[in-house]
């Protein structure tokens, strides 16, 4: 079995195992939370480019991930807040060419966030709730990003 067919299982069962909430009117709930990184051109997330004395730089974001545990206090059956602390890889391609040259790297970047939201919570039936949320959070970054190569060194 694969990586990735275990981790569908995975997020199958999660999903079964979950229960429907009623409302989030006075309640403290504490849960993990998983949300994929994609990049998309529409919103102008997609690769960015540089020719720098002849020198072509490519970055390309690719696929990357969130994950972490998540604290939700409710005051009343519509409002809520919402903190915790995530894990953030995120994955890149670099691609460099020049006349005589091309290379490529591949590298992540690994930071930790700890969002802080407001969230409303909009009743569709008479137990299904959509929320929306608004907040900030306060993103770090653990290290430095360096890759090596024979004809190239990155470092950010």
Request: glycine share 8%.
């Amino acid at each position: 079995m694969t990586h990735k067919t275990r981790y569908c299982y995975f997020l199958f069962t999660l999903l079964l195992l979950s229960k429907v909430v009623n409302s989030q009117d006075n309640v403290i709930t504490l849960g993990i939370q998983y949300k994929p990184i994609f990049s998309s051109n529409f919103f102008n997330t997609g690769p960015e480019m540089e020719i720098v004395k002849g020198v072509s730089f490519e970055i390309a974001p690719k696929s990357g991930f969130c994950a972490g545990m998540v604290i939700r206090k409710g005051f009343t059956k519509t409002v809520s807040l919402e903190s915790g602390i995530n894990y953030v890889k995120r994955n890149f391609n670099l691609n460099i060419t020049d006349s005589a040259f091309t290379g490529d790297s591949e590298f992540s970047i690994i930071g930790y966030e700890i969002p802080v939201l407001g969230l409303i919570f909009i009743q569709l039936s008479d137990e299904i709730f959509m929320d929306v949320a608004l907040g900030v959070s306060l993103d770090f970054y653990a290290s430095d990003v360096r890759t090596n190569d024979y004809y190239f060194n990155h470092y950010s």
